[in-house]
T-cell receptor
Framework: NAGVTQTPKFQVLKTGQSMTLQCAQD?????MYWYRQDPGMGLRLIYY???????DKGEVPNGYNVSRLNKREFSLRLESAAPSQTSVYFC????????????FGNGTRLTVT | AQTVTQSQPEMSVQEAETVTLSCTYD???????LFWYKQPPSRQMILVIR??????QNATENRFSVNFQKAAKSFSLKISDSQLGDAAMYFC????????????????FGKGTLLTVNP
């Protein structure tokens, strides 16, 4: 029972490089999310997708793009990485239900030098 | 936008004792949902407990319970009989409900409280 799978687990980039964080869920959830976690800041929403084919900006979308490839997959792309994007990134999914919790992947630790 | 405040960056408790983590939120909505998540050193985010705002009865899950004070906009987490495995970062989170105009299911998180359990 995989749940939410994120790849990679760790990544080091140089300033200006690009990369895509992959996320897939096998729970048939409609909604998917990308959060970033920084020390002392909690989790902040980058983008979310309420259904296949739709995406919306969250609290901190600048410098990121997302793609909801299908119901299972939701990727996050950094086009030109900056040191300020050094963070732990979490993908999550949920049912479209008000009481439903978010189910999280194990996170990606990204360092931009 | 709703904000969630966890005023205790760090807390400590002795094993087998009880500890309460505080959470307050700022909202003008009447329909919403509240969650507590635990993040151990493994980085995994684990749901601890959840509460619907229209239910006055406090939620309980084994050793974990909440004190939900709607008028005070407070949602504290009580951990009884603390165990070493309870050591983790704890996050409080808020979700707007449908009757408050909520159109999606995102959660807004507080900054977290780091709980240390001393043997």
């Amino acid at each position: 029972n995989a749940g939410v799978t994120q790849t990679p687990k760790f990544q080091v980039l140089k300033t200006g490089q690009s990369m895509t964080l992959q996320c897939a869920q096998d729970m048939n959830h409609n909604s998917m999310y990308w959060y970033r976690q920084d020390p002392g800041m909690g989790l902040r929403l980058i983008y979310y997708s309420a259904s296949e084919g739709t995406t919306d900006k969250g609290e901190v979308p600048n410098g990121y793009n997302v793609s909801r490839l299908n119901k299972r997959e939701f990727s996050l792309r950094l086009e030109s990485a900056a040191p300020s994007q050094t963070s732990v990134y979490f993908c999550a999914s949920s049912e479209n239900s008000w009481y439903s919790p978010l189910h999280f992947g194990n996170g990606t630790r990204l360092t931009v030098t | 936008a709703q904000t969630v405040t966890q005023s205790q960056p760090e807390m400590s408790v002795q094993e087998a004792e009880t500890v309460t983590l505080s959470c307050t939120y700022d909202t003008s909505e009447s329909d919403y949902y509240l969650f507590w998540y635990k993040q151990p050193p493994s980085r995994q985010m684990i749901l601890v407990i959840r509460q619907e705002a229209y239910k006055q009865q406090n939620a309980t899950e084994n050793r974990f319970s909440v004190n939900f004070q709607k008028a005070a906009k407070s949602f504290s987490l009580k951990i009884s009989d603390s165990q070493l495995g309870d050591a983790a970062m704890y996050f409080c989170a808020y979700r707007s409900g449908q009757n408050s105009g909520g159109s999606n299911y995102k959660l807004t998180f507080g900054k977290g409280t780091l709980l240390t359990v001393n043997p």
